[in-house]
């Protein structure tokens, strides 16, 4: 059976759950797999990673792996509950951007796909915003 997509009902019950279900479902594994990615940065040992950021010609090379480790931490955690989400989704980018063209710049495709899957829903999660199943809403919506 196909829907008619055309119909007011379609339009307005199916196409709006659709989007926030969607979005709902983005910020949360978005958010699950960055916290993967920086917990051991942040709570393990990460002096192999300070020097990596070093390497890469990062000045004051702490300051910014700690500042990658916790976007990727805490920014994970802010996304899944819909806290602050346009501004974590854009440290999100700008840590996997730098993933992918910085630190896997020479690498096959197959090493810096990760990061621009990373990057490409970080975007995503942007331009969409966290929808309406979030603490953003909540906290920050309008009141008419």
Known sequence: MTENISSPWYRR???????????????????AMMIMHGYGK??????????GVGSMGFPAPEFFAWSAALSEFAGG???ILGLFTRFWSVMAALTMAVAAFIRHADDPFKNKELAL???VMSVALFLL???????????????S
């Open 77 to 79: 955690i802010f996304l």
């Open 42 to 51: 942040v709570f393990g040992d990460n002096t192999k990673f300070i020097a």
């Open 117 to 119: 899957v990373y990057l």
């Open 13 to 31: 019950m199916v196409i709006p759950f659709s989007i926030e279900t969607g979005t709902v479902l983005l910020r949360i594994m978005l958010g």
């Open 129 to 143: 915003g966290p929808g309406r199943a979030s603490l953003d809403r909540l906290i920050f919506a309008r009141r």
